[in-house]
């Protein structure tokens, strides 16, 4: 499984691009940036480079994360999946490109949606440092109209992107979306019930369109949480000593909570249950909620089945297991 970090590489990149930058501007214009996002203005608020830097220094690594989170899950579910061309929907600093390309190294060809051009220059100022990456298509339109103007793709990623739509224009994108996917689609949104609405609503969009789920759900039927329960899971990285100064935050880490949906051309034959929150551990037992082929289970494991119980104690959030009810 790939690690939520930044390659190597990138962050260098991105390092040499903050030389000089004023970490308290960039943490006010980071925090004007996020409050745009969460009203649901996009990113129509970042128009210089110094604005695309704030973003991506506060906001890439925590993204970048959750994406690679979400394509480890696909991966292991199909670990035969190798596909050859990208499509990136509201790509930004190319944040769901660079995690694709080192999840699978497959790829060959990456054409990139987004309308602000300077998260545009951003993302090919630092896809310079990738050799492999240097013939990506960047099309500076919108979503819709991009998609009606690029060629299918073998995976097409959204990334945080249709937090940012009506309802009507989500509907229709996820259509658009649909139709240039040859083989998967992933879609990924922030952790909040709010997000995973969103998912939820794409994917019985999906599904009555002939989708198939192949991660998180181990299933096609209706999800089964009730309010106020909601799917969504979280990845742990760590800051770094810039992040930690544009987020004025203390602690070494950030935990990035996110929802997805991967869907596919083709039924997934071999499902797993999935593990939907952190599981308890008592010494007569271990407890956890599972999504499993069946609908919503509660397993428990007793000690006393040790073979059983030794798997279950390694089980963490967002896994897929054996389902040991």
Known sequence: MLPPTLPAALKAALDVKLEGLSRSDAAARASAI???????????????EADA??????????????????LN???????????RTLLDIGAGPGTGSFA??????????????????????????LARQFPRLNEWTYSSSDARTGLTQTDVADLVIASYVIGELSDADRNEL???MWSKTTDTLLIVEPGTPAGYARIIGARQQLIARG???AAPCPHDSACPLTPPDWCHFAQ???????????????????DEKFSYVAVT????????????????????????????????VLAKVPRRDKVAYARARRWRWGEAVMDES
């Open 34 to 48: 996020s409050r745009t996002y969460r009203d649901g203005g996009g990113s129509g608020t970042i128009r210089t």
């Open 53 to 70: 830097l704030a973003y991506a220094l506060a906001r890439m690594p925590a993204t970048y994360a959750a994406v690679v989170a979400s």
């Open 73 to 83: 899950a696909l991966s292991e579910i199909r670990p035969d999946f190798s596909p």
């Open 100 to 125: 694709a390309a080192e999840v699978f190294a497959s790829l060959e060809r990456f054409v990139l949606l987004d309308r602000n051009e300077t998260l545009r220059a951003l993302a090919l100022e």
């Open 174 to 176: 996820t259509r658009l």
């Open 211 to 213: 989708a198939h789920v």
């Open 236 to 254: 742990r990285l760590a800051r770094s000593r810039a992040h930690k100064e544009v987020k004025g935050a203390e602690l070494p880490f950030e």
């Open 265 to 296: 051309r083709k039924p997934i034959i071999s499902a797993r249950a999935r593990v939907l929150a952190q599981p308890s551990l008592s010494k007569v037992e271990v407890s956890a909620k599972l999504c499993a082929a069946n609908g919503l």
